[in-house]
């Protein structure tokens, strides 16, 4: 089998490419990358040299680059994760997330119609739902509210991804998944910014009254979905992922600094998101009872792991951070940038 992951020096996707080096050791995976600012091949560093992981750099969007991949590599199924994936970025800057996000994924399902690849995995989010009140969860029958343009442009690339299969039959299967946390995250995301920012003693900006309530899931779990619903899922479906662990924000931030031993006078409420949503929560039920899947993590513990590896990685984050690591990529793997395929 050869698949090819969108996205995959970004964080979930470069836990996804060694998951899938480890769980299917016989596949071949691909990994189209544009490497952004979110992308470094870094992630994948201990893959260096593995003949079954191929990187290519390039966008998505480029029919001239991604079907002469997709033949050449005889790619059966597509694991599509590249996006723009911070709201905060999309409140500052939508343009990026609506080319990206949206033609992009277009551009790559037809790319993928032409060349009949046999599956491709739309990986979405649950931030397509909008907000919940203090009840419920989404079903994948709840209704599509998004608020954000981040979350608008997930919407209708998971649509159009769907509509690929009512219109012309593509073997699609969307996963709407909740916030994962774990290794390799960019620092502007809530967990690793305030491991990093407590690290510095910096302030920890906690937005509005802190009362935010997200469902977490740690990266592994969320792959081992991806691999069920690639395997397993059927054709034309949605399947809700979550961690089963809702936290308000400002007990998470408040759990970090235990953990790193410093002190809470360094939270600092700040001017809320614009249009930030309340409550994220996830009704699992149709992947348990279709796919069998359920998280293996327990938040505290697999918090408590993360948080250890951002501590014991300062490298990692400095260079990603700093925009070392771009001219680092430059010297270091000139030649990958042509690709492999
Ligand atoms: P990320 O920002 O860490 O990684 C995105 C990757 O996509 C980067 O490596 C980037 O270089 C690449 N990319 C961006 N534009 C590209 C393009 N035009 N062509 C090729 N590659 C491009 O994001 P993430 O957190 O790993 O999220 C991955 C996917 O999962 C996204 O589709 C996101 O919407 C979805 N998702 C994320 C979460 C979460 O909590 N992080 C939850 C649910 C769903
Ligand atoms: P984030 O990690 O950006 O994910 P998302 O917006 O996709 O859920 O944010 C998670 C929550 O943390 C969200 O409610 C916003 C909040 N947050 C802060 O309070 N401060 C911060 O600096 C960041 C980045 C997020």
């Known amino acids: 089998m050869n ?6 020096c970004g964080f979930i996707g470069s836990n996804l490419v060694r998951y899938l080096r480890r769980e299917r050791p016989e596949w071949t995976v691909v990994n189209l990358d544009l490497l952004t600012y979110a992308g470094n091949l870094e992630n994948l560093s201990d893959l260096e040299g593995d003949p079954r992981h191929v990187f290519v750099r390039g966008d998505i969007s480029d029919r001239s680059l991604v079907e002469p991949l997709l033949s050449t590599h005889a790619i059966d199924a597509v694991l599509h994760l ?55 969860a989404f079903t994948e029958s709840s209704p599509l509210q998004p608020s954000s343009p981040y979350s608008a442009s997930k919407t209708s690339s998971d649509l159009v991804a769907l509509a690929y299969h009512h219109t012309f039959g593509m073997d699609v299967v969307v996963t709407r998944c909740s916030n994962n946390y774990g290794r390799y995250q960019f620092p502007e995301k809530l967990i690793p910014l305030m491991v990093v920012n407590a690290l510095h003693d910096k302030p920890l900006p906690v937005y509005g009254d802190g009362a935010n309530v ?27 992922i979550g961690g089963g662990a809702e936290r308000r924000n400002i007990d998470i ?83 990958r940038l042509q690709g492999r395929a």
């Not at 969320?222 to 399947?239: I, S």
């Open 3 to 8: 698949v090819l992951v969108t996205g995959g």
């Open 82 to 136: 590249a996006a723009e994936s911070h709201v905060d970025r999309s409140i500052l800057g939508p343009e990026v997330f609506i080319t990206t996000n949206v033609l992009g994924t277009q551009r790559l399902l037809e790319a993928c119609r032409a060349q009949r690849v046999k599956r491709f995995v739309m990986v979405s989010t649950d931030e397509v739902y909008g907000s919940l009140g203090p009840t419920g």
């Open 214 to 240: 997200r469902d977490w899931l740690h990266v592994e779990d969320h792959c081992q979905a991806l691999l069920r619903a690639l395997e397993q899922g059927r054709a034309g479906e949605v399947y809700n």
């Open 253 to 335: 931030v408040k759990a970090i600094l235990g953990l790193v031993g410093k002190p809470e006078s360094l939270i600092q409420y700040v001017k809320d998101r614009p249009g930030h949503d309340r409550r994220y929560a996830i009704d699992p039920s149709k992947i348990r009872a279709e796919l069998g899947w359920t998280p293996a993590h327990t938040f505290e513990q697999a918090l408590a792991e993360t948080v250890r590896w951002y501590v014991d990685h300062p490298t990692w984050w400095t260079r990603v951070m700093s925009g070392e690591y771009l001219r680092y990529f430059e010297t270091q793997y000139r030649g």
